[in-house]
């Protein structure tokens, strides 16, 4: 059902032209329009100015994250600072792990597909891109690189959300 929306909205936005292709314009549109309200499993989008903690995250074309391990702790907004030091384009996307499956199975049928959600960063070689996330729930979640291929190749990192006093 997620994935459908996507997909609709992959849709309607193809109709815009392609301007609005992985990673462009869309940026412009992230940083001027209101914050979303809608809460997934893994939390909600992040009010930039409730930033808790930043945390920089790379990407490399040997198909890895790093650091490919999280913890954070529930309630906190996170700034990830997302930088491609590859030279091809790289994503990180959060969700479950049934989720990001689900969507990384779709890239690979419709490698052209246009996705841009609050969770997601696109990220060009040798940029960097930022996604502000807050985990309202405690539990496992992941972040992968749905480029076709690559979370299949291992792309794919965990971020566990704790609540408070279950740091060990
Ligand atoms: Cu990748």
């Known amino acids: 059902m997620h994935c459908r929306r996507i997909f609709l909205l992959a849709v309607s936005l193809g109709c815009l032209g392609t301007a609005f292709a992985h990673g462009g314009a869309m940026h412009a549109n992230k940083e001027t329009r209101p914050l979303s309200a809608e809460e997934h499993a893994f939390g909600r989008e992040g009010d930039p100015k409730k930033v808790a903690r930043t945390v920089r995250v790379g990407m490399a074309d040997t198909m890895r994250f790093s650091p490919?391990?999280?913890?954070?702790?529930?309630?906190e907004t996170v700034k990830f600072v997302?930088?491609?030091?590859?030279?091809?384009?790289?994503?990180?996307?959060?969700?479950?792990m049934k989720e990001l499956k689900e969507h990384a199975a779709m890239m690979q049928k419709h490698p052209g597909m246009e996705h841009d959600e609050p969770y997601m960063a696109h990220v060009q070689p040798g940029k960097t891109e930022v996604i502000v996330w807050q985990f309202t729930k405690a539990g496992e979640y992941y972040f992968g690189c749905l480029v076709p291929g690559h979370f299949e190749a291992g792309m794919v990192g965990q971020i566990r959300v704790l609540a408070k006093g279950d740091r060990k």
């Open 82 to 96: 997302v930088r491609n030091n590859g030279k091809v384009m790289h994503e990180m996307v959060i969700g479950t």
């Open 68 to 75: 490919s391990e999280l913890t954070i702790e529930r309630g």
